[in-house]
């Protein structure tokens, strides 16, 4: 879930980006509005250009992509309005990255990215690996790539992400693609009704959720080609009850992003438990004083306990792995992917060793639909935790993308 950056801020002196702030494209003025459904208004971001491409590459540990790159790419920011809850429309915000030549033998690629902190969404943060990632397919490729921020960051900051949330990421995603085709049609940019969906951590999560929101919406008119969906935390009731059962110190950043979600069922389903029922004395002290604030990245976790065991109170736990908490147990069910069905072609890649987002995710998710005849692929990286398997799992989105060619 975590994202994993290449490099820090300072190296944005280094890039030669073009920043293009401030100049943005609505069509307002001497012109009349056309009818808009999704898309609202495009920003200029600024051009990476092929030799910072190469640089950055080569720098953060990815020479091989370098020699992939073959033309600088624009980015864009793009404004457009998705629906948060079900049925209430909010401003939401996502990149676009387009090649200097659009490949029409490529599908247009939707990337939906990691656990970020705040303001680190892709249309704020350009320059981290799976921005850099995108931009290198793009470039190579000739691909159009979109990556949507979510809702709670960019142009719906003023929200709480909701962690883990199936169908919020899902409608996300349809509705920048949505926005995006209409903005290509104002401004005459290509565009293609095949899509492929791509995604690592809960980026991962987030594509199988947007191939499901695809599938069961109707009349999109899209074609999905492939999902690549690296580590996700597919099935939440298993892994709920995995981590609960854990007696062992955890790493903080883990922590931090469980609790994220802990916050999300409350605030987006009313989850009735109290946190004095969940958490230890103590711990629950600490997060009353900080008003139970958990949502985004808090890695020092306010000095909480790290250790499971401690940290929550043992009658929650044995509520939940007895499956006698209907309420959490209905939460997880419905943010579980498990019962999916994909009726298109589907690869699950994960790092046998990662402690974070377990294993037992993409497993589950496999064995379920692969019972239900789905083209579903399991590839496994022996030995890979959470950090590790990105890379592999980037050898597998980009070599996907070669067999369009």
């Known amino acids: 879930m975590k994202k994993y950056y290449l490099f820090n801020v300072l190296l944005l002196l280094f890039v030669t980006t073009l920043v293009l702030s401030g100049c943005s494209k609505d069509n307002g003025g001497e012109h009349p509005q056309p009818v808009r459904s999704w898309y609202v208004s495009a920003e200029q971001k600024g051009q990476l250009t092929k030799e910072a491409m190469q640089t950055l590459a080569n720098m953060g540990g990815y020479a091989s992509f370098a020699s992939l790159v073959d033309s600088d790419v624009q980015l864009e920011k793009i404004t457009y309005h998705t629906e948060y809850p079900s049925g209430t429309s909010v401003l939401a915000s996502g990149m676009l990255i387009m090649p200097a030549k659009v490949n029409d033998r490529q599908p247009m690629v939707v990337y939906m990215h990691g656990t970020v902190a705040a303001n680190g969404e892709p249309s704020a943060s350009l320059f981290n690996t799976e921005t850099l990632l995108c931009a290198v397919m793009a470039s190579a490729f000739g691909c159009v790539t979109l990556l949507p921020d979510y809702v709670g960051y960019g142009a719906s900051a003023d929200i709480v992400h909701p962690y883990i949330h199936k169908e919020s990421m899902g409608q996300a995603g349809l509705d920048l693609i949505r926005a995006y085709q209409e903005y290509a049609t104002e401004e005459g940019l290509p565009y293609t009704n095949r899509v492929m969906l791509a995604g690592y951590s809960e980026g991962g999560y987030a ?194 993308l070669k067999q369009f060619e």
């Open 207 to 400: 594509a199988v959720a947007l191939q499901k929101k695809i599938q069961e919406s109707a009349a999109t008119g899209l074609h999905i080609e492939k999902t690549i969906a690296g580590s996700g935390p597919y099935d939440n009731v298993n892994f709920a009850k995995a981590f609960l059962a854990t007696d062992a110190t955890c790493d903080a950043h883990f922590i931090s992003s469980y609790l994220w979600a802990f916050q999300m069922y409350k605030e987006a389903y009313g989850y009735a438990t109290s946190y004095a029922d969940i958490f230890s004395d103590a711990d629950n002290a600490i997060l009353q004083t900080h008003h139970y604030d958990m949502a985004y990245f808090r890695p020092d976790t306010y000095g909480l306990s790290l250790n499971p065991a401690l940290l929550f109170r043992p009658s929650f736990v044995s509520a939940v792995s007895a499956d006698a908490d209907t309420d959490l147990l209905r939460i997880l069910n419905e943010n579980s992917l498990t019962d999916f069905a994909p009726q298109d072609s589907l690869i699950l890649v994960y790092g046998s060793a990662d402690t974070w987002v377990y294993p037992l995710n993409s497993i589950h998710a496999y064995n379920a639909m692969t019972e239900k005849k789905c083209k579903v692929a399991l590839i496994p990286i022996e030995g890979g935790d959470h950090a590790s398997t990105m890379f592999p799992y980037c050898d597998v989105v980009l070599s996907r």
